[in-house]
């Protein structure tokens, strides 16, 4: 079952890493300290944790997470566009 919204945002460690699941397909939000979203992410086939791990310290500011979960990688990549269309994040691609 999917979480119908996002978790609080949290700030990107090792052990706020450990409690997200790696086994399910959701979205993520990056955020700056501000709370702006600096890039919105997916991970289709689960290894949400891994995904959001793979940003730590890539973005300047982006230092903070939040997520949600999906039944489905298809719902992920429906949510997915939708975050962007909203957010407009800096660091997403302009062709999603």
């Known amino acids: 079952?999917?979480?119908k919204k996002f978790t609080n945002v949290k700030t990107i460690t090792d052990r706020n890493l450990e409690k997200v699941p790696g086994d399910k397909p959701g979205i993520y939000r990056i955020k700056?300290?501000?709370g702006k979203t600096l890039y919105v992410g997916m991970a289709k086939g689960g290894r949400l944790n891994d995904r959001i791990a793979e940003h730590k310290g890539e973005f300047k500011g982006g230092m903070r997470f939040q997520?949600?979960?999906a039944p489905s990688k298809e719902a992920a990549?429906?949510?997915?566009?939708k975050e962007?269309?909203?957010w407009k994040p800096v660091f997403n691609k302009k062709d999603k």
């Not at 990549?77 to 566009?81: C, V």
């Open 1 to 3: 079952m999917a979480i």
């Open 32 to 34: 700056n300290a501000a």
């Open 67 to 69: 997520y949600k979960l």
């Open 77 to 81: 990549e429906r949510m997915e566009r």
């Open 84 to 86: 962007i269309k909203n």
